[in-house]
């Protein structure tokens, strides 16, 4: 992930597994704890990257975060993050989308 730490990220942990879930990347941009979920397409045929995190995966990353903090007894200032990376013919092109979503209740469910 060296184009996060290009980008000011101090990475803690990748592919980190808890009965919660999982969570990509978890790392530090300055004081806020960051849930990073990488998505990666070969073309967008099927739309972008990004849009790959539906409710359901975002529920899940919410929950694994979650028990990320509880586990550590953490309270930092936390956001998710999603990394996205869409190849073609002339190459990767990466994009992040900061602040995500919010880990908060489905509406109406």
């Known amino acids: 992930m060296r184009w996060l730490c290009a980008h000011g990220y ?13 969570i990509d990347v978890v790392a530090w941009e300055g004081d ?11 073309d967008t045929r099927h739309g972008p990257a ?21 586990l550590r007894r953490l309270e930092p200032p ?3 993050d999603v990394l996205s990376l ?6 990767w092109r990466i994009s ?8 908060e209740p489905r509406a109406g469910g």
């Open 96 to 103: 992040l989308l900061r602040d995500a979503f919010r880990a």
């Open 78 to 80: 936390c956001r998710f």
């Open 50 to 70: 990004v849009a790959a995190v539906g409710w359901s995966k975002r529920r899940r990353l919410a929950r694994a975060a979650a028990m990320y903090l509880a």
């Open 32 to 42: 806020t704890l960051c849930f990073v979920e990488v998505k990666a397409r070969a």
């Open 86 to 91: 869409e190849g073609g013919a002339d190459g």
């Open 10 to 22: 101090r990475i803690v942990e990748r592919n980190h597994r808890n009965a919660g879930g999982e």
